[in-house]
């Protein structure tokens, strides 16, 4: 199995570009205000413009409405729908349904208890992303460069496509991926010189050590 990339809250063109020459399977556009890697939507379609159609093209929101995404969507030319709020699986299916698109739903993890309640999104989201629980009261949901206990993901079959997100970098990254298994992982703070500007050469050095696992 290759496991494959998403290089997230890419918000410059040097940057994006970097991601898609290393080999990033998908990139992410985070449109969130309280996050240092928030884009506008008009920043996301320029920036969209740049992306091949082999690569995947994925909008990150937390609790969005309805006309928030019927704005974002087709401006960025979204092929996918990342929630990372406190969406229900009827609102993911309600999204999924009203803008034809996959939608990726994240999962906050703590305990093996978390993960067991993701069998509540299978015949609704199209992908699972684990992602380390942020503590009580942070303002963001993701993107803290936070990792939980990979070792509960050790056997663990969540019946439904899936990654693994949170606290990774280039160093542990194949450690992650040896532990989970992870078809697919997701890096943001962990390709980064400070909190939203990425690096060409973290990116780079991720992509690298992704392909050596």
Known sequence: MITKAKICGLSEPRTLDAAVEYGAFHVGFVHFPKSPRHVSAEQAAMLSARVPDHVGRVGVFVDPEDGLLERFVPAARLSAIQLHGDETPER????SAHFGLPVWKAIPVRTRADLESSRAYRGSA????FDAKPPKGADLPGGMGLRFDWRLLSGFDPGMPWGLSGGLDAAN???AIAITGAPLVDVSSGVEEAPGVKSAAKIQAFMKAVEAA
Not at 92 to 95: D, M
């Open 92 to 95: 993911v299916v309600t999204i």
């Open 173 to 175: 990254v194949g450690e």
């Open 126 to 129: 199209a992908m699972l992303l």
